[in-house]
């Protein structure tokens, strides 16, 4: 079945260190990817996306860049912030029958980044 | 515009009781999703909806059930609550289902 795999966290930094969070997918189809980030005690918001491959979602310095060769969408920022600290989730979609695409997430990854 | 609202906020039930949570989308969404988030099993999308109509169901007990109303605004329903049950409900709205995503702050309902 459809699945995403992230990377194992936490995920520990300084302030300013630059940011790789790797996600790989396994879908039949062409799935859209995303990125969702999860503060403490918050729902998700949505952080970036990208629809089909080479597309190179970014917003709030973040970025991934969709690689069907490698089945990968990793989650990268030059320079980290301390608000940055929040979990964060690679999902992907694929468009069903009724038109409605279901989200499939990863496990998460908890990124600590200290001052 | 005004977000995904989801009420309430915290809930706690006990084993065998039952449970509605509610999800105002944002205006105009016609898609409203549900997930389950918990530690063991992360995100689990449990229902969607659109125009009052159940289209998709994840894979979960009939005790778990849900409705949309006329006005998009969608309840789910927990019958017979299981410890296991415990877990922060997201809801999602979106204008058709396949264009993007808005998730509410969630309910976290504990089952004592």
């Known amino acids: 079945g459809d699945s995403v795999t992230q990377m194992e966290g936490p995920v520990t930094l300084s302030e300013e260190a630059f940011l790789t969070i790797n996600c790989t997918y396994t879908?039949?189809?062409?799935?859209?990817l995303f990125w969702y980030v999860q503060y403490p005690g918050e729902g998700l918001q949505l952080l970036l996306k990208?629809?089909?491959?080479?597309d190179k979602g970014s917003n709030k310095g973040f970025e991934a860049t969709y690689r069907k060769e490698t089945t990968s969408f990793h989650l990268e920022k030059g320079s980290v912030q301390v608000s940055d600290s929040a979990v964060y989730f690679c999902?992907?979609?694929?468009?069903?029958?009724?038109?409605?695409?279901?989200?499939?997430f990863g496990t998460g990854t908890r990124l600590l980044v200290s001052p | 515009k005004a977000g995904v609202t989801q009420t309430p906020r915290y809930l706690i039930k006990t084993r065998g009781q039952q449970v509605t949570l509610s999800c105002s989308p944002i205006?105009?969404?016609?898609?409203v999703s549900w997930y389950q988030q918990t530690p063991g099993q992360g995100l689990q999308f449990l229902f969607e909806y659109f125009s009052e109509t159940q289209r998709n169901k994840g894979n979960f007990p009939g005790r778990f059930s849900g409705r949309q109303f006329s006005n998009s605004r969608s309840e789910m329903n927990v019958s017979t609550l299981e410890l296991g049950d415990s877990a922060l409900y997201l809801c999602?709205?979106?204008?058709?289902?396949?264009?993007?995503?808005?998730f509410g702050s969630g309910t976290r309902l504990t089952v004592v």
């Open positions: 990208a629809t089909k491959a080479d």
């Open positions: 999902a992907l979609s694929l468009p069903g029958g009724t038109g409605f695409q279901k989200l499939v």
């Open positions: 999602a709205s979106s204008y058709q289902g396949a264009d993007g995503y808005t």
């Open positions: 879908a039949t189809g062409y799935p859209s």
């Open positions: 205006s105009g969404h016609r898609s």
